[in-house]
């Protein structure tokens, strides 16, 4: 179990494979990367910086996301979440790392609950 003290829940990522990535699907949104990341994760990829921008970054305002794909039904998931796998785990970004303690769920944890099959109230 992890457990972060500002946030009144634990989080079983033992529970991700089971889940199937909801945490990586549902509405149209954003995946927010730094420059920084952007360049782990194309160094990952073996890809050049600037391609895998064209090809997988959008810019949102002053700040960059990784793209997502229409799947239907009004169902998005990240690009780079194929076949119920992220495939860029092990370089993924701080957004991604982060979840499920983001400072929006201290005061919507019905929301996580309904979401993440991993949150269990302290």
Not at 81 to 103: A, H, L, M, T
Not at 104 to 114: M, P, Q, V
Request: proline share 4%; with cysteine; glycine share 8%.
């Amino acid at each position: 179990m992890l457990e972060h003290s500002d946030f009144q829940f634990h989080f079983n990522p033992n529970k991700c494979e089971e889940c199937g990535g909801k945490c990586c699907t549902g509405e149209s949104g954003y995946i927010f990367v730094s420059p920084k990341e952007i360049a782990v994760i194309a160094k990952f990829l073996e890809l050049d910086f600037d391609a895998f921008c064209q090809n997988y970054v959008k810019k949102v305002g002053y700040r960059y996301s990784l793209l997502d794909i229409a799947k239907g039904n009004g169902i998005y998931s990240c690009v780079f979440f194929k076949d119920g796998i992220c495939q860029i785990y092990p370089k993924r970004p701080k957004q991604c790392v982060s979840f499920p303690f983001w400072d929006y769920y201290k005061e919507h944890f019905e929301e996580l609950e309904k979401e993440c099959i991993g949150v269990v109230k302290k």
